[in-house]
Nanobody
């Protein structure tokens, strides 16, 4: 089974930055599609950004221009750089991976990001 280690969350002021990282223990990481989701209280997780096994990136409109997703296939890590944070970015953030061959999906445990004055 897939295992995750997430780090980098915490409390920041509006306009600040955070970097979330997720290390994924799985065979064939370079062939996985990677994504970050976030969950607001009482709602299902919302898609934030993804990067495919081919390196193509997509972003939700709410974060486009502020967030950036990266992958390092040599370290089995995925990163979300978050800049110019807003209070409405406050959520639990999850890393998500999908095997591009089997289409099986696995989720990390989630990490809290709070943006507040």
């Amino acid at each position: 089974q897939v295992q995750f280690v997430e780090s980098g969350g915490g409390l920041v002021q509006p306009g600040g930055s955070l970097r979330l990282s997720c290390t994924v223990s799985v065979d064939g990481f370079p062939f996985y599609n990677l994504a970050w989701y976030r969950q607001f209280p009482g709602d299902q997780p919302d898609w934030v950004a993804d990067i495919t096994s081919e390196g193509k990136r997509n972003y939700a409109l709410s974060v486009k221009g502020r967030f950036a997703i990266y992958r390092d296939n040599s370290k089995n890590t995925m990163t979300l750089q978050m800049n110019r944070l807003k209070p409405e970015d406050t959520a639990v953030y999850y890393c998500r991976v999908q095997d591009n061959l089997t289409r099986n999906v696995s989720w990390g445990q989630g990490i809290q990001v709070t943006v507040s004055s």
